[in-house]
């Protein structure tokens, strides 16, 4: 059986899990988007049309329908960590992967994306990578955490 | 300064372990509530005055009264863990060190108001908070508070977690209850209010975390008890975000009415790095800035306090680049339904960017103001409607910052 088909038995067949199910299929692959063909066969599903699937994957900003990194490194932009010098941790990123907001790094290991507030102000600034939230950085250390990343592969 | 009731046992608990929070005086509530009838249930947290922790400040026994009061009998309680406002982080907290309580009072709101069923919404991006509340369910399941007859008291309850996709939209009640439904997050025109038709257009009872943690504790101590702490218009305690530039960042819990200087100077340590203080932003991103000589006003719900974020921000802040933010915020997440927000957030951030290069002329000030002025009046939901809030009150109390950025050019008659 496909990764999808067994996500899609893990919870009732009823269309109200269809965020639930977007969000589990991407984790459970090595690139984190949704592509066509599994849009179709989720619409299939659910007996929904794919533009109803298409519409919700490209609503919620931590669902994707474009190839992106095994790894996202999303870097805060909102005031609290912009008062504690989230602009720095941008650049060190940038300079570190290799790539501006939005890109892939030729390997394929990371997309960076700026993300709004992380809910994390109290350890601003703060940056997420896939579902691990970084606190209190600084360029030295964002640096040295994508470093770990990189040679974890 | 502090008072301790929903933080009381962090720290001292294993937010993982049902036991620890039942030695310490978990489910006890509960426990008492299904030897109560629900309209004494309700009648002590309208005493208590208990209202809204997620910043609407609407009193909690009129949506449990409202529930009861509808014939359709398939009802949910849902709680709003979606915070994702900048500045607060208060409810990761109560999810994370201590997330019985919340479920407690959702229990009890469940036996209340006969609903059967209960969804705990959780921002996507809160991975922690989604395991330890995953774990909490699990052991309130083993031990019997959810699931069928509870308590041997006859009534079924259970719930289940959601997680949010990255939407600031979907902490708007009609966005999340919509998200809830598997679809985009956009409002709802009202009424009908939730109350009536909410989650698959069933009644629903919605509320933050906070309010939930907060009932428990209201029937432990009495309504009456509970209302002797804080203000005439506001009761209880209200737990704080202190973010920015302040020496202690943190969540902090204070009964209301402590002021909000105190709190930076007490609980925040002041300014950090020993810097001089600019402004003071209230409730998150949609909340009044205001200068250092009107921050001494209480944490209420007549003073814009929200879901109780505090941002501080230090003298090397410049106010058009804060006010730009936000506004990208805004655009950003703007769920693009109603035009005076999707419209209206463009606007701005277009029109900010004019004056943070200067090019900006007076008429472009006065397109703002209006643009505000509709926003504020006609957006469908809360977002649109506080979201030009920000550059409303800077305008009152930085104007003169804010015009001296303008181009120093003559403004055309009939632009």
């Known amino acids: ?153 | 300064m502090e008072k301790r009731i929903l933080t009381a046992r962090f720290g001292k608990i294993d937010p993982l372990s049902i036991d620890d929070y039942i030695k310490n005086g978990g489910y006890e509530a509960l426990e008492a509530a299904v030897k109560m009838e629900s309209d004494t249930i309700i009648d002590e947290i309208e005493t208590a005055k208990l209202r809204g922790r997620g910043g609407a400040a609407f009193p909690t026994f009129i949506k449990l009264k409202a529930l009861v009061g509808e014939k359709e009998k398939t009802r949910y309680i849902v709680c709003n863990a979606d915070e994702g406002e900048p500045g607060n982080f208060k409810d990761r907290h109560l999810m994370e060190n201590d997330p019985h309580q919340m479920i407690e009072g959702m229990i009890i709101s469940a036996y209340t108001t006969k609903a059967k069923k209960g969804y705990i919404y959780i921002r996507g991006e809160y991975d922690h908070s989604i395991a330890v509340v995953r774990e909490a369910l699990a052991q309130a399941r083993e031990k019997g508070y959810l699931g069928k007859n509870i308590l041997g008291a006859g009534f079924d309850f259970d719930i289940e977690i959601r997680s949010g996709a990255g939407a600031y939209v979907c902490g708007e009640e009609f966005a999340l209850i919509e998200s809830i439904e598997g679809k985009s997050g956009r409002s709802r025109p009202k009424p009908p209010f939730p109350t009536t038709a909410g989650v698959f257009m069933k009644p629903t009872m919605l509320n933050n975390v906070e309010t939930f943690a907060n009932i428990p504790h209201i029937l432990e101590m009495g309504g009456k008890a509970y209302a002797k702490i804080g203000t005439e218009s506001s009761k209880g305690t209200k737990l704080i975000s202190l973010s920015g530039n302040i020496a202690n960042r943190g969540v902090f819990e204070v009964p209301f009415g402590v002021s909000v200087k105190d709190a930076i100077a007490k609980l925040g340590r002041g300014v950090a790095d020993g810097r001089k203080l600019k402004m003071v932003q209230l409730s998150g991103a949609s909340g009044p800035i205001l200068p250092p000589e009107k921050i001494d006003v209480p944490i209420d719900f007549d003073h814009d306090i929200g879901a109780g974020a505090i941002i501080v921000m230090d003298e090397r802040t410049d106010v058009v680049d804060i006010l730009l933010r936000h506004a990208e915020f805004f655009e950003h997440e703007s769920c693009g339904k109603c035009t005076p927000c999707r419209e209206g957030n463009l606007h701005l951030v277009r029109l900010l960017r004019k004056v943070q290069a200067g090019s900006a002329t007076a008429d472009d000030l006065r397109v703002m103001e209006n643009l505000a002025d509709v926003m504020i009046n006609v957006s469908l939901c809360g977002l649109g409607q506080s979201a030009p809030i920000p550059l409303a009150t800077a305008l009152d109390g930085f104007g003169d910052q804010i015009r001296d950025r303008l181009a120093q050019t003559e403004t055309k008659e009939n632009a």
């Open chain 1, 1 to 153: 059986m496909s990764v999808l088909q067994n996500i899609l038995k893990q919870n009732p067949k009823s269309e109200d899990y269809l965020i639930e199910t977007l969000l589990s299929l991407q984790d459970a692959k090595d690139e984190p988007c949704i592509s066509e063909e599994e849009i179709a066969d989720i619409a299939e599903y659910y007996g929904i049309s794919p533009t109803r699937v298409s519409s919700v994957a490209s609503f919620y900003t931590l669902l994707s329908l474009r190839p992106r990194g095994k790894h996202v490194v999303q870097v805060c932009r909102d005031v609290p960590c912009y008062l504690n010098g989230s602009e720095n941790i941008l650049e060190a990123v940038k300079e570190a992967l290799g790539c501006d907001i939005g890109e892939t790094t030729a390997d394929g290991l990371f997309t960076l994306e700026e993300t709004s507030c992380l809910g994390n102000c109290d350890g601003s600034p703060s940056v997420r990578i896939g579902k691990k939230t970084y606190e209190n950085l600084d360029s030295q250390k964002v640096k040295e955490i994508i470093s770990g990343y990189r040679e974890a592969k």
